[in-house]
């Protein structure tokens, strides 16, 4: 449901924003949830036009709302897995299943075959 997926987007940026605003937060973590709270700007910003039609049919198979909604998800995705895994990096954190499904693929992983 894609306006699950916008509620989630919008309650993430909110808590970014919140975390943002407590300060005393090193600059490498500050600049890593920025990142993160830029991803939803943007994503919410592909998605809300055309009267929400891409949020509404943004998961049906072969609507045009699929080619923006999808990639626009995914693109997040992306963001995110890259400053989840700074972030933990730098903290010593461990990353658990499902969340670590997002985090790039360490140079020792090996890529499946196509």
Not at 51 to 59: E, L, M, Q, T, Y
Request: hydrophobic share 45%; proline share 5%; net charge negative.
């Amino acid at each position: 449901m894609p306006e699950h997926c916008i509620q989630s987007v919008l309650d993430i940026r909110r808590f970014l924003s919140e975390e943002l605003g407590h300060g005393s937060l090193s600059s490498d973590f500050v600049a890593s949830l920025r990142a993160m709270r830029a991803a939803c700007r943007k994503l919410l910003g592909t998605v809300q036009h055309d009267d929400d039609r891409v949020i509404a049919f943004g998961f049906s198979r072969g609507h045009y709302a699929s080619w923006v909604f999808l990639p626009a998800l995914g693109e997040l995705r992306g963001v995110f897995g890259v400053h989840l895994a700074r972030i933990a990096a730098l903290h010593g954190l461990d990353v658990e299943e499902p969340l670590s499904s997002i985090l790039p693929a360490g140079p020792e992983e090996e890529v499946p075959n196509s």
